[in-house]
């Protein structure tokens, strides 16, 4: 080769290398800005500038032609590349796979997360207790509606027209109508039954009643009550007696004691409140019953004869009984529930303890 060969050789060589490191600069740039949105295409990335024949390979096989005194710059600068490069297309595949991850990506194939299956509320599991215990004692059930009108509540059971229940404190109105009230005791459906039927009549009333009182611990504008009623000929006071000591032994164990104490109700005579020996300490005293040894659980007493011939049954041929107990009192004893709020604020995490009850 003549020297003026040789000297166009060396330039084009030149040249060439020249364009090399300027095709890597673009390279470096262009790797930066790079994106990807699926795994797809970070593997479409990763095919382009890493694998065999892949530009940055392309760009190490042309390094031989490199003149001596250019190499060590064209080696830093697809060292530097290749860095970049593998950097950026592991950063692009960790994206890609946490927002799968996240659910950015929603595969409608895969199966389902297990849902939680919910449990009973408390106050349902006593309900049905209650009226399990009632039924094996032969009474039925009956129901009867939450809004009603002061007859079924009030004035068939007996209620004088000035008696305090009455007042604007207890009773919740609707629309500021007089007559039509939301019921303050399921003692309205044991009247809507009478007004239907002639006695034997033996059945429990379970329901959500309302009272205007402040919200608190020991208080609420709603709880839930079961009340009682049997009606036929002679029955007494003695049987009142057994069936709710029956139904305190079925309740709460079978060593239960009652105690009947004297009390007042409109639409009973006598009346009565029951206790329980309590269902912690057994009678002995203890924080729970106050050192009394007893828990108050029900009222209850014969039926008032007005009541009896207010609702059309003939009080000269027939007697009856009548009780009456909160859910939320029964419930209290069992599972020593301290805030009566907690029964209607449906927390997850207080009604999961139930779900074994
Ligand atoms: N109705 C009464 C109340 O709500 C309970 C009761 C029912 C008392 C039957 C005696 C007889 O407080």
């Not at 950097?87 to 890609?96: G, H, P, Q, S, T």
């Not at 005293?285 to 040894?293: D, E, L, Q, R, Y």
Request: glycine share 6%; aromatic share 8%.
């Amino acid at each position: 080769m003549n020297c003026k060969l040789f000297c166009i050789f060396v330039h084009q060589i030149r040249k060439h290398t020249k364009a090399m490191i300027e095709k890597i600069q673009e390279l470096i740039t262009e790797v930066k800005a790079l994106q990807a949105g699926t795994a797809e295409e970070v593997e479409a990335l990763r095919i382009k500038y890493l694998s065999k024949k892949g530009e940055i390979s392309m760009l190490m096989n042309d390094f031989r032609n490199v003149p001596a005194d250019m190499k060590k710059e064209v080696g830093m600068r697809i060292n530097e590349l290749k860095t970049l490069a593998m950097e950026r297309i592991n950063n692009l595949r960790d994206a890609v796979s946490k927002a799968e991850v996240a659910g950015d990506d929603i595969d409608l194939t895969r199966t389902a997360y297990p849902i939680r299956l919910g449990s009973r509320h408390p106050l349902t599991v006593v309900r049905n207790e209650i009226v399990d215990i009632f039924s094996r004692l032969g009474f039925t059930l009956a129901e009867g509606p939450e809004v009603e009108d002061d007859w079924h509540v009030y004035s068939s059971m007996n209620f004088a027209d000035d008696h305090p229940a009455r007042d604007m404190q207890d009773t919740f109105f609707v629309e500021a109508h007089p007559d039509i009230i939301l019921r303050s005791h399921t003692s309205s459906v044991q009247a809507r039954v009478m007004e239907q039927q002639q006695p034997p009549i033996r059945v429990i009333c379970p329901g959500r009643v309302y009272r205007n009182e402040a919200i608190s611990a020991r208080a609420h504008c709603f709880f839930h009550q079961v009340e009682g009623l049997y009606i036929d000929r002679n029955v007494s006071f003695a049987d009142l007696r057994q069936v709710l000591l029956q139904f305190a032994r079925e309740m709460f164990g079978t060593d239960t004691q009652i105690r009947l104490r004297p009390s007042y109700f409109p639409f009973t005579e006598p009346s009565a409140e029951m206790d329980v020996s309590c269902t912690i300490c057994g009678g002995k005293g203890c924080s729970m019953c106050k050192g009394a040894g007893w828990l108050e659980i029900l009222g209850c007493g014969m039926v008032d004869p007005a009541v009896l011939e207010a609702n059309g049954i003939d009080s000269t041929q027939y007697t009856g009984y009548a009780f009456g107990m909160g859910i939320e009192r029964i419930a209290n004893l069992k599972y020593q529930v301290k805030d009566l709020r907690l029964f209607s604020e449906n927390d997850v995490r207080f009604l999961d303890e139930f779900r074994n009850a």
